[in-house]
């Protein structure tokens, strides 16, 4: 039995991975699928001090207190961030990182320096009333559904638990400073389909951090794999388990 802890993206919740959940459950694995503070049942917490250090303390937090080892441990997008810094932390109990379709830094990076066109969604921000609040998809037309997902039910679904996200989290750094981080292998997976114009996503190198070869899947569909292709992305992530 392998456990994944399976960590949203900006904007979203926990919720959006009830679709995958019970398909890893199934197989005989443990599951943790936690809200960051700020979303979903917890927006009422957020607020111009939270930034990506508090998420990345939900998550060493969640590890630490459940006292879980070999971790599979699966960021989303802005959460590529969070996954980074908490193996960081606790990297003895990680078995491995994946980034699904995922901001990937190096040390001392923030958001801006992984996805530049993050730059204009912090400057509204901090012009905007509130001075911290970035609405879902600010200043982003999708081309093609709401992050990826076109079904109207599923977008309905999605909409309901999106929530606004806090500057901060885009302008602290990742910490990737202790080495024994370098030895948790890493795979990512791309989400191919109705990529956003002017989002560019970096390279992945041919070798690893640990020195093995680099291991990318790609999934034919949009942004939010985990709503639009649950199946395809349980069956690649029971790969890891």
Not at 229 to 240: Q, S
């Amino acid at each position: 039995m392998s456990t994944y802890l399976l960590v949203h993206g900006a904007w979203h919740s926990g919720q959006c991975w009830e679709r995958v959940v019970p398909l890893l459950t199934a197989a005989g694995h443990r599951v943790l699928a936690p809200t960051l503070t700020g979303y979903g049942d917890t927006a009422h917490l957020a607020g111009p001090e939270v930034g990506l250090d508090t998420h990345v303390d939900d998550i060493v937090g969640l590890i630490t207190e459940e006292d879980l080892t070999d971790v599979v441990l699966v960021g989303h997008s802005y959460a590529g961030l969070v996954i980074s810094s908490a193996a960081n932390r606790v990297p003895e109990r990680i078995a491995q990182l994946v980034y699904l379709d995922a901001m990937v830094p190096e040390d001392g990076e923030s958001a801006v320096d992984v996805m530049p066109f993050t730059q204009a969604m912090i400057d509204q921000a901090l012009t905007s009333e509130s001075g911290w609040r970035i609405p879902p998809l600010a200043g982003m037309e999708p081309s093609s559904g709401l992050f990826g997902v076109t079904e109207p039910a599923d977008v309905e679904w999605l909409r309901s638990m999106l929530s606004d996200q806090p500057v901060r989290c885009l302008q602290q750094p990742v910490r990737l400073d202790n080495p024994a981080v370098n030895a948790i292998p890493r795979t990512h997976i791309h989400c191919v389909a109705d990529v956003p114009e002017g989002i560019t996503r970096r390279p992945v190198p041919a070798i690893q951090p640990n020195g093995g070869p680099s291991q990318v899947w790609e999934l034919a569909t949009g942004h939010d794999c985990m709503i639009t292709m649950p199946g395809e992305l349980t069956e690649l992530l029971l790969k890891l388990g």
